[in-house]
């Protein structure tokens, strides 16, 4: 009895398995929705698209998040060694002329010759010049029993940058500074001091003119000039700067009148026998290569641009440059290769032959070329991005024809095709309704997986210079910098996120494209 | 990339039927044989005629390009190239210009003149390196080749096993994986992967040099050592190669596998209780082998085209970097020579596809 019951029941269960109410029926999906069901219940594909999504998130909201632009620049504070004086100690004689036209550079060399004789007078050209020496390294040069010029070892400066010091003066001074202790010298005469237009002065031992009781210029050997003409270096500077010199030190620290403390390092230059005065100053540069910060997530690249937000830019590059390329290839192949499929015969052949002829053309030694002639023409960037485009989808289009032909062809000979034909429908209704719909869902796959590698190709071409060109930004043209070896081996950040975002990109297509195949076509699934 | 032939009807027939036809009618085989002797013969001497006439269309259409390059650019050119110390003058250069290329005449009696001279072995001189362009050429091809023979048997052994597996096990975990790191491969842009491949190996481990054939002491080396130091200086660029192919070997073996072992004959040789190594690798693989040696023989060309950006990026002195250089500093003479040798490069490929897919698949020939 218990038996019976329970066949009854699972008669029952049965029954309910095969009625048609409403909560029994099974549920309908169009083909699409089909299609949709299959592809998410792929894990991989589906993070391709998740990817895809992020990349292109990234690329083109990132870009209008970003608080910089693509092309903004970005400076930082650098202390910088600049040239600040330089020092030499003069071993040469310097001429000053009391008259250029007679104490002319060629008297000059002649008298330096003479010196070197230690002649006390020349000729040259005719005319007679004495030679005086008038102390140590010091000599003055006369024509006529008149003073054309003077030659000497020992440089005066003077201590307010207003003066300016006469001949007269020098020659005093030179000869006051320079005086030799000899027993001609007159009993009773202070050879320190001297006189120039009325105005005494007075010459202490450490080379000091002293006007009255003021200073008022000084003499020493050495020569220091300041790097820039609008600077003036006092005797103080100069008296310590030269003190620090013969302690061969290689900091010199300095404390001038306001009380201000100046740092400079000292470098002597054994080429120039100078020594070079650098001061550490506050410069603005451009902050190249600055490492990822709170500001500037990625860091800088070579002209100090945000890497991020390059980043963000050159992906739109690179996304829409696959796009806009695929489209052209799509365009062309799908009309050629359609034409082909449909009308065959001679039409066919021809089209078929030009596929062929595509087909052997060495496409990246092409691109390389014209690239390398749109250098050589400097063609605008922007001009120049869209060349790109038009070329790599002019050479992208056969493969998709051959897709098509193939597929109509195939599908030309099935029944629904003299099915539609019978009906009397158009060619062209015939072309547009049942043919390409049954072709799309390949060309889908095969542009998906199409524009990751055009990606590649762009990348590929920009990372050579030869493709999306400065100002604009793509991922190939980011990573270009690595062609620098010091780049490569110090600033990771400046390649490896861009070469990942383009792997990524890559792989999400192929992924994405991969998963569009099996979920289109389930009995084709591998 | 070519689909297997999708009959597997008509090859379980031709292969059952094999014993048979070698025992009993051994006449009629013979007659069959000699009828597909001729239409091979005949398939192949029409596929040759073919790409004969299609590599004569390539060079036209490849010569139209040079000449249509603006004439500003080969002005430029001449210039740069005249403005070199002691070289010849501009207009000495424009003429060697024209009368190597046939400027001065229409586009078709240059493209004549032009093929004249290439038949006579005379591609004129390299503008770059200034010797003539075969001769530059014969230097540099066997690195290439070398390179590329070595990157392809690698990639061979690697891939065709790998492919194997995860079509057997397809849907298993190394399925997924293999595949994954097949995408991932294909997917690699060529320069990113280089570029680490330095950072980790010259930089960070320092085992290689960055760019170049040979090291600095490559002269003080015996002939042994400084064979042994192009070898080492190959490592890095040969495994950049056989990284970036393996994974579309990898998928095309996988995909035909598959193919194959979705056919009735397989699953006949399943039903008659054949063990399964002997299914996969007696029956399935042997057929997979079809796709393979025509899709190997079709690549053996492309062993002397050298590696365009692997080479330049290793600065590895094969035809690919060399072409670089020319087609970069507009050498038109060395990219005319080296455009037209990629095409013929590619014919050759297709054609010996094409024959081996005839000598190796009886179902063609029959067809």
Known sequence: MSEEKKNYDSEVSENNQYSLNDDRRVKVLSPGALVRQRFFRNRIAVVGLVILIAMFLFSFVGGMISPYKEDQLFYRIDMQDKAYAAVTENKEYRYTALDTSKFTSIVQAQSFLAISKQAEEFEYRGVTYQLVKEGTDFYSVWQDNQIIGIAYKDIISTVSPDTKLSFDFEYAALKAYTHEASAEDEEGKDYSQFVVDGENYRIDEDGNILKGNEPFAYVSKYIVRPSMSDVFLTQNFKDELLESIEKNETDFYFTDTDGVNHEYTLAYDAKTQSWAVNQLTETRVYDTYSSPSKTHWLGTDRNGMDMMTRLMYGGRVSLVIGFIVEIIALVLGVILGGISGYFGKWVDMLIMRIVDVFYCIPSMPIIIILGATMDAMHVDPQVRMIYLMLILGFLGWPSIARLVRGQILSLREQEFMTATEATGLSVRRRILQHLVPNVIPQLIVSATMGIGGTIITEATLSFLGLGVKFPFASWGNIINDVNNTYVLTTYWFIWIPAGLLLLLTVLAYNLVGDGLRDAFDPRMKR | MRKGYDDPSAFFMNDSMHDFDCIGEYNRND??????????????????????????????????????????????IAREKSMQPGSKSYEEWMAQLSASYGMDKGIVAGYISWLGNAFRGNFGDSWFYTVPVLQRFREVVPVSFVMGLIAFVLELLIAIPLGIIAATKQYSRTDYTISIVALAGISLPTFFFASLLKLVFSVKLGWFDLFGLVGRNYEQLSTMGKLLDKAHHLVLPIVTLVVISIGGLMRYTRTNMLEVMNADYIRTARAKGLDENKVIYHHAFRNTLIPLVTMIGGSLPGLFSGALITETLYAINGIGYTSYNAMVSGDIPFSMFYLVFMA????????????????????????
Not at chain 2, 356 to 364: E, G, I, M, S, T
């Open chain 2, 31 to 76: 007659v069959l044989k000699e009828k597909e002797g001729i239409a091979v013969r005949k398939y192949i001497i029409k596929r040759i005629l073919i790409s004969i006439a299609l590599l004569f269309l390539v060079a036209f259409i490849i010569y139209v390009l040079m000449r249509s390059l603006p004439t500003s650019y080969i002005e430029t």
């Open chain 2, 344 to 367: 013929l490069l590619t014919l050759a490929g297709n054609l010996i596809s094409d024959i081996l897919y005839a000598v190796v698949d009886p179902r063609v020939r029959i067809a």
